[in-house]
């Protein structure tokens, strides 16, 4: 019984432990964010192996410029009638039912003298081909880090809406205690208060709305972080070096963004690349039209106890090492005359993957202009919304605080106070929503010129 209670209070010790530990919160900053998720990405896992594989295949083209070299051994033990030619020579019947024990060997080298500069194309068609795989590592890498600051952008900019609306719903709540006040002693209406109180429960549902969001927010930037989705994470807000505003922005030259864009984009360069492989490729299937020439060396030797030199047996090292030894040298030259037009089909398919593969490049290319184009207007836009807003926000809080005063004074209505009030958040939630966009903007227009990375995130 006292060893039954024992367990149960080391499990419910435990138990309680490991919820401790699960409450536990770990904060979490911009940079780490980007170094969990390069670190924790399938799809730049992925790009990753396809770089090993790259570095893999031209290891073996290097090698391709090596000789050939194999070599095989056979033993065999045969029984039944087998001719005996010194018997024949004796006079004797050469056919004799004995067990025989035979042991052989040999070693085999080629190496290819021409190909049709095969080994030389398919080499330099490797080297490209990794050059590919390595830019199009960079442009997963450039895509995770957008896709993690967007995602913390947009916990950050939930955080500050938040704040904005539990600010709204305290000036609601201290304004209903000013307005119950009042009625208690008369000098405002009961309808002022029931006004004021519907103006509470509705902060207070968009206090909870803009908390879900917040909730949502966070989930999809954990799923982006492909951390546990159980664990309980806050974000650091990152310090801002100067206060953001319409009057201190950067600007940007379109056609100097666009030169740079076609210049630094690692998809652009790993479709480069990739057209320069396939044109070794190309070049490969038509050196399939002319001859090849190798070289070849062979080595064998061979044991038979049957083995004999005038009619004396001749002993395992005697034959293997010495007297049955073989050496052979040769050249081949193959001259390739018809193959069912498979050649010809091979070099026509290796064109049209190399038009394509440029036709893709042109539209690529043409996208990139349209992407940074469509960046830099939504920048401008984004900029006057900024400067509107920041207009809109000092009107707002000057009609806020004057209603305030008047209604104080009683000169002015609950509703015409709930109005400007109503007018003072939105107008806050307009410029933060302005400002975050603006820095998503920037960061968009850096992945876009392909100037992106772990080092130059910042807000």
Do not use: C, H
Request: hydrophobic share 35%; proline share 2%.
């Amino acid at each position: 019984m006292k060893r039954f209670i024992s367990s149960l209070f080391l499990i419910a010790l435990l138990f309680i432990t490991n919820s401790g530990f699960a409450q536990e919160s770990r904060t979490i900053t911009l940079q780490e964010a980007i170094e969990i998720a390069l670190e924790n990405n399938y799809q730049l896992k992925q790009a990753q192996n396809n770089l090993d594989l790259s570095d893999y295949r031209l290891k073996s083209e290097y090698a391709d410029f090596l000789p050939s070299v194999s070599s095989n051994i056979n033993g065999s033990r045969r029984t039944g009638q087998q001719f005996i030619s010194d018997r024949f020579s004796e006079g004797l019947d050469p056919f004799v039912d004995i067990t025989s024990k035979s042991i052989s060997g040999s070693m085999n080298a080629s190496i290819p003298v021409f190909n049709g500069f095969e080994n030389i194309n398919s080499l330099r068609a490797s080297q490209q081909s990794k050059i590919s795989e390595e830019e199009s590592y960079q442009r997963a890498k450039e895509q995770v880090i957008f896709n993690t600051a967007s995602s913390y952008l947009q916990v950050l900019l939930d955080m500050e809406l938040l704040e904005i609306r539990k600010e709204n719903l305290d000036n609601s709540l201290k304004q209903l205690e000013q307005v119950q006040a009042q009625v208690e002693v008369g000098s405002r209406p009961t309808v002022d208060l029931y006004n004021q109180e519907a103006q509470v429960a509705n902060d207070e549902l968009l206090l909870t709305q803009q908390d879900n969001s917040l909730k949502f927010s966070k989930l999809l930037l954990i799923r982006q972080l492909q951390i546990d989705p159980l664990g309980n994470y806050e974000f650091e807000v990152p310090e801002i070096e100067s206060e953001i505003s319409s009057a201190n922005i950067q600007t940007y030259s379109l056609s100097e963004m666009i030169d740079q864009a076609l210049l630094s984009r690692s998809d652009l360069k790993s479709s480069i690349s990739n057209i320069r492989a396939l044109e070794y490729q190309l070049s490969i299937t038509k050196g399939s039209l002319y001859p090849s020439v190798s070289a070849s060396f062979g080595l064998s030797s061979s044991y038979s106890d049957q083995y004999s030199v005038l009619g004396e047996d001749v002993g395992f090292s005697d034959q293997f090492f010495d007297q049955r030894i073989n050496r052979s040298l040769g050249f081949s030259v193959n001259i390739p005359i018809f193959q069912n037009w498979n050649r010809m089909t091979n070099i026509q398919s290796s064109k049209v993957q190399l038009k394509n593969a440029e036709l893709n490049l042109d539209n690529s290319r043409l996208q990139v202009i349209q992407e940074v184009t469509q960046a830099y207007n939504d920048y401008s836009s984004y900029v006057q919304q900024l400067s509107a807003s920041e207009k809109s926000l000092k009107a707002s809080e000057r009609a806020f605080e004057t209603q305030q005063e008047r209604y104080n004074v009683g000169s002015s209505t609950l509703i015409e106070l709930s109005q400007a009030q109503a007018n003072y958040v939105g107008a806050q939630s307009d410029y933060t929503q302005a400002v975050y966009n603006l820095i998503f903007q920037e960061k968009l227009l850096d992945y876009y010129l392909g100037k992106l990375s772990s080092e130059n995130v910042e807000f």
